[in-house]
């Protein structure tokens, strides 16, 4: 069933972001022709702003559609529909999360493409390709194989963060949904107060953990190298359980305390 809640829910919001993407790249090949460096006139100024207003409405239309998809379909009135279909709660949870996390993903990628085919025009794929191997090669000189495991741990690291935050989200407006009235602004306080608590506790467990060596300053590359993976570690593990509380609250709201009316 969660094959069948995901075609669905692809199918639905491709429609919003797949012409967005489409013209976040026409206008990103329209830049690459019309912007030069030693040239900047009124159209190549029109353009370069659409192409801003375009690129910033790309990731506000995700974060929208992202809180809009999960509070319509499962906590308004289509809810009634979406838990008659023979899917567990936390099927519902995950078809949504990933949805959420795949258009985050590709949003960013897209902005990323457009960003290269506009700078297309001063800089060849293959130099900045070039450049960025000789970046890499100039790092492994210094700080040797490990810069291959912080290689692995910062996409891992981010992208359990991405997912805390989606579901910190996702819990949010469950908790808000508790509340008989005022909803949307409960959610909303929800969020903020589930936010700054980690704002507060998060940098007291970093400095409970590391204590007085947080504020030594390190000059060997190894120690440098060390203290940061260090710290990539923690934030994997931390995220990971940040984001196994966030949905087991959710999938527990949604199961025994859910309120359509």
């Known amino acids: 069933m969660l094959k069948k809640l995901l075609k669905y829910e692809i199918k639905a919001t491709a429609r919003t972001f797949l012409p967005i993407y489409l013209v976040l790249i026409l206008f990103g090949v329209i830049n690459c022709f019309s912007v030069s460096p030693g040239e900047f006139g009124v159209p190549a100024a029109i353009t370069m702003s659409l192409y801003v207003f375009i690129l910033i409405g790309t990731f ?16 308004n009135d289509e809810g009634y529909l979406m838990f008659t279909l023979p899917a567990q709660t936390w099927q519902h949870i995950v078809s949504k999360l990933l949805v959420s996390l795949l258009w985050t993903v590709l949003s960013t990628f897209f ?16 130099s900045f390709v070039q450049a960025i191997s000789l970046l890499y090669e100039e790092i492994y000189s210094v700080l040797g194989s490990g810069v291959n495991i912080l290689a692995i741990q910062v996409p891992i690291c981010i992208a359990i963060f991405l997912i805390a935050n989606i579901l910190m989200i996702y819990v949010s407006i469950s908790i808000g949904h508790l509340l008989n009235r005022h909803r949307i602004m409960a959610s909303i ?39 940061v993976q260090s710290l990539f570690w923690l934030g994997i593990i931390t995220g990971t359980i940040l984001s196994a509380i966030f949905f087991f609250v959710t999938n527990y709201i949604l199961s025994r305390r859910l309120n359509l009316e």
């Open 111 to 126: 902005a990323i493409l457009s960003i290269l085919i506009i700078s297309m025009r001063e800089f060849s794929l293959s």
């Open 60 to 75: 506000v239309t995700t974060l929208i559609v992202m809180i809009q998809r999960f509070y319509k379909n499962l906590l």
């Open 189 to 227: 306080g929800a969020y903020f107060g589930i936010y700054t608590i980690l704002q507060i506790t998060l940098p007291t467990l970093i400095i409970k953990l590391y204590g007085d060596d947080l504020f030594v300053v390190k000059t060997a590359p190894s120690e440098v190298l060390a203290f």
